[in-house]
């Protein structure tokens, strides 16, 4: 589910958190930070793993604003300039040259001037970040929520018309059976008459074929299963928590059993109906990718 959160800790340091995600089948957690606040991000995924974070392409940005950024004084290193005056002073020996070595020149060497960062507090910094993460994924929840909600109001409308589509192959079924024996009939009747057979064809044979027809057309069984099916994905969209996985299953079977009515079936009425509840379905496990 698509989801966005943003918060914001001022405790003497500020502190903001932002939190993206978009649709995804698995968890994939991508943690943005400033270099020296690397050894956040561990913390960062056991704490969205602890909030129940388990599926999505999310994003999380911790934006620092400590004491350490504002402030800092900048000195001179004595060492550094120690060692640039000896050298210069050495070459000018050597080379025979007046003169002595300028600040001028010393001030823009590397080192010479540093800036002295006052120290911080790691563990009291990490308390505002999970305080500002905290308070982002709150909203980012609602997000979540919000659009799950919408997503199971859809996948439940779809459900409906799925068992529109299971009525009508249910009433259709028993005369698309009649239909299929008929002109199984007609045919051995029209073979006969073709390889001018005059016998009569044993009708003890003849019906025990037509039993076997009969069976293999019976969609009862499909049929009862996907009623099943439906009750089953209900449930699942009303118990709210982990939906996602046992959603996808019961699409999967859903879309079997589907396909097996419509082998059997072997009637334009039915396969109508079997290619809409595939579509339906399809447009289901679309959405079910979007729910944890």
């Given at each position: 589910?698509?989801g966005?959160?943003r ?13 993206r995600?978009?649709n ?6 991508t943690?943005?930070?400033?270099g ?6 561990d913390?960062v995924k ?28 900048y ?8 060692h ?30 540093v ?18 993460l905290?308070?982002?994924?709150k909203?980012?929840?609602?997000m979540r929520c ?11 409308a779809?459900?409906a ?11 259709a079924?028993?005369e698309?059976a009649?239909?299929?024996v008929?002109r199984?009939?007609?045919r ?5 008459a073709?390889?001018?057979?005059s ?29 099943s ?16 996985k046992?959603?996808d ?21 039915v396969t109508?109906?079997?290619?809409a509840?595939?579509g339906?379905i399809e ?10």
């Amino acid at each position: 589910m698509t989801g966005y959160g943003r918060a914001t800790v001022e405790t003497g340091a500020r502190v903001t958190a932002e939190i993206r995600a978009v649709n995804g089948r698995f968890l994939k957690l991508t943690v943005k930070l400033l270099g020296r606040y690397a050894a956040f991000e561990d913390r960062v995924k056991t704490l969205l793993a602890e909030e129940g974070i388990k599926r999505g392409n999310i994003d999380v940005s911790l934006f620092f604003d400590s004491e350490a950024d504002d402030g800092g004084a900048y000195a001179i290193s004595p060492a550094a300039v120690k060692h640039y005056v000896t050298q210069a002073r050495a070459l000018a020996r050597k080379h025979k040259l007046k003169g002595d070595v300028p600040w001028s020149a010393l001030l823009p060497l590397p080192g010479v001037v540093v800036r002295q960062t006052p120290e911080e507090d790691i563990e009291g910094l990490w308390q505002h970040a999970k305080q500002a993460l905290l308070a982002a994924l709150k909203d980012f929840n609602g997000m979540r929520c919000r659009d799950g909600a919408a997503c199971a109001a859809d996948i439940r409308a779809r459900l409906a018309a799925l068992a529109e589509h299971h009525a009508a192959i249910r009433d259709a079924a028993p005369e698309a059976a009649r239909s299929a024996v008929q002109r199984f009939k007609e045919r051995i009747a029209r073979l006969l008459a073709e390889a001018n057979v005059s016998a009569p064809l044993n009708p003890d044979a003849l019906e025990r074929e037509v039993v076997l027809m009969a069976d293999r057309m019976d969609v009862g069984e499909e049929l009862a299963r996907l009623q099943s099916h439906f009750a089953q994905m209900e449930a699942a969209l009303a118990s709210g928590g982990e939906t996602g996985k046992p959603l996808d299953f019961l699409t999967q079977e859903l879309l079997r059993e589907t396909n097996t009515v419509g082998s059997k079936a072997q009637d334009e009425k039915v396969t109508y109906h079997v290619v809409a509840m595939k579509g339906l379905i399809e447009k289901i496990r679309e959405q079910v990718q979007n729910l944890e």
